[in-house]
């Protein structure tokens, strides 16, 4: 099989430009793409925790956020589609919720079986004290350097309070 010299400069062309990555929108400060936050409770990770960072510096609108996995790490996007964070100081948001039994309610409705859902009570609760789910209550801040691998967090301590599940 023969390769011309067009075909094999595109091809280059084609791999390199896809590994630079998307270009950023105009006005977003450079990005750390090594960034990520690790969350701990009682000094364990904290899976399935989301997790949004909000600047000291007002003027920065750019959004960084993620979702911890089971070591408690979460890969930080900004603007939800570019990964990683800008430089910065941050407060630290983090919120962990699940709807016990909201799963076999939804299926019933699905059936169209009123009756059954009707049966169903759905339990929501949060896994984390209400203070660290707001920007104006939250004691979490990390600093966002351009060289930061993992920062790290306690959102202590383990928590499971009921709260009013909205249908």
Request: net charge positive; aromatic share 8%; hydrophobic share 35%.
């Amino acid at each position: 099989m023969r390769f011309s010299a067009s075909a094999l400069f595109i091809t280059i062309v084609v791999c390199l430009s896809g590994c630079a990555g998307e270009k950023l929108p105009p006005g977003m400060p450079k990005l750390n793409r090594d960034a990520c936050i690790k969350v701990l409770q009682d000094g364990k990770p904290l899976e399935g925790a989301n997790v949004s960072l909000r600047p000291d510096d007002k003027g920065m609108t750019w959004g960084v956020g993620g979702k911890t996995d089971a070591q408690g790490i979460a890969q930080l996007w900004t603007h939800g589609k570019y990964q990683g964070a800008y430089a910065g100081t941050f407060k630290v948001v983090v919120s962990k919720n699940f709807n016990e039994g909201e799963a076999e309610y939804t299926a019933a409705l699905t059936r169209n079986d009123e009756k059954a859902a009707a049966a169903i009570k759905v339990k929501s609760f949060s896994y984390v004290e209400d203070k660290f789910g707001s920007e104006s209550s939250t004691p979490l801040k990390v600093e966002i350097t351009s060289t930061s691998k993992i920062v790290e967090v306690d959102a202590s301590p383990a928590v499971k309070i009921e709260k009013p599940y909205m249908k």
